[in-house]
C-alpha cells in the first residue's frame, strides 16, 4: 500500500473550517483514498473515501487533485467534538488485505 | 456504536499469564480482522479472517499470538505467556467482501495492561 505523509498536529477554533492534506506520492491506478477519525479509548471510524475529484458526506468533503498524488479532508465548522486523531490511507479497496495507518494527524478543537 | 463488539474492554494482568479477547462482528460481514496499537501509533495489522479461514497471519507479533474463527462469526485472540510489551489495545474490525475493503467498522477495543 502506497505510504502516506500528514501533518503530526493541527489546532482550531470552533466554527472554523479545517483542512487536513496527506500527501501519497507513489498512489497506485486502482488506489482509493479512505479518511479515518479516532476519538481516544475508541476504535477508527470510516469518514470518507474518494477516487479522484471532489466527495461530500455529511460530515466531510474530500478534495483530489487530477494528479491524485495528494488529497485533502476538508471539516466545515469545527466543533470541539471533532478533536480527534484523522488517518489518510490509501489502497486498493477490492484488493486490500489489510488498512496501513500511519502516526495520523491530532486535531485539537479549541472554544 | 459500530456494531462490533469486543469483550473485555479492559484487561489487566499478571506478566506470564495467557489472555483471550472475543469480536463480535457485524453479523453479515465475511470479514474480520485484528489490529493492535500503541500509544500515539496507528493501528497496526495483525490478522485477518475471510469467512472461517485465516487469509494472512503472518503479520501475528510471535508465535504466542494466535487468532481462531471457527464458525466464520466472532473470534479470539490469544496471547500466551503476557510480555510488558504486550501492553496495547487490540482492536477488531470488520467488513463485507461485497463492498470496499479499505471501509472496516471497528470495535471499541480491548485494553490490555501487563503488570
Known amino acids: 500500500l502506497a505510504k502516506t505523509t500528514q501533518p503530526i498536529s493541527m489546532d482550531s477554533y470552533e466554527g472554523q473550517e479545517v483542512n487536513i492534506t496527506c500527501s501519497h506520492n507513489?498512489?497506485?491506478?486502482?488506489?482509493?483514498i479512505t479518511w479515518y477519525q479516532q476519538f481516544p479509548s475508541q476504535g477508527p471510524r470510516f469518514i470518507i473515501q474518494?477516487?479522484?475529484t471532489k466527495v461530500t458526506n455529511e460530515v466531510a468533503s474530500l478534495f483530489i487533485p487530477a494528479d491524485r498524488k495528494s488529497s485533502t479532508l476538508s471539516l466545515p465548522r469545527v466543533s470541539l467534538s471533532d478533536t480527534a486523531v484523522y488517518y489518510c490511507?490509501?489502497?486498493?479497496?477490492?484488493?486490500?488485505?489489510?488498512?496501513?495507518f500511519g502516526t495520523g494527524t491530532r486535531l485539537q478543537v479549541f472554544p | 456504536d459500530t456494531g462490533v463488539s469486543q469483550d473485555p474492554r479492559h484487561k489487566i494482568t499478571k506478566r506470564g499469564q495467557n489472555v483471550t479477547f472475543r469480536c463480535d462482528p457485524i453479523?453479515?460481514?465475511?470479514?474480520l480482522y485484528w489490529y493492535r496499537q500503541t500509544l500515539g501509533q496507528g493501528p497496526e495489522f495483525l490478522t485477518y479472517?475471510?469467512?472461517?479461514?485465516?487469509?494472512?497471519k503472518s503479520r501475528l507479533l510471535s508465535d504466542r499470538f494466535s487468532a481462531e474463527r471457527p464458525k466464520g462469526s466472532f473470534s479470539t485472540l490469544e496471547i500466551q505467556r503476557t510480555e510488558q510489551g504486550d501492553s496495547a489495545m487490540y482492536l477488531c474490525?470488520?467488513?463485507?467482501?461485497?463492498?470496499?475493503?479499505?471501509?472496516?467498522?471497528f470495535g471499541p477495543g480491548t485494553r490490555l495492561t501487563v503488570l
Open positions: 479472517f475471510q469467512n472461517e479461514a485465516q487469509l494472512e
Open positions: 474490525a470488520s467488513c463485507s467482501s461485497g463492498n470496499s475493503y479499505n471501509e472496516q467498522f
Open positions: 453479523s453479515e460481514h465475511n470479514r
Open positions: 474518494g477516487y479522484k
Open positions: 490511507l490509501v489502497g486498493d479497496r477490492q484488493n486490500t488485505d489489510k488498512l496501513i
Open positions: 507513489n498512489i497506485a491506478t486502482n488506489d482509493y
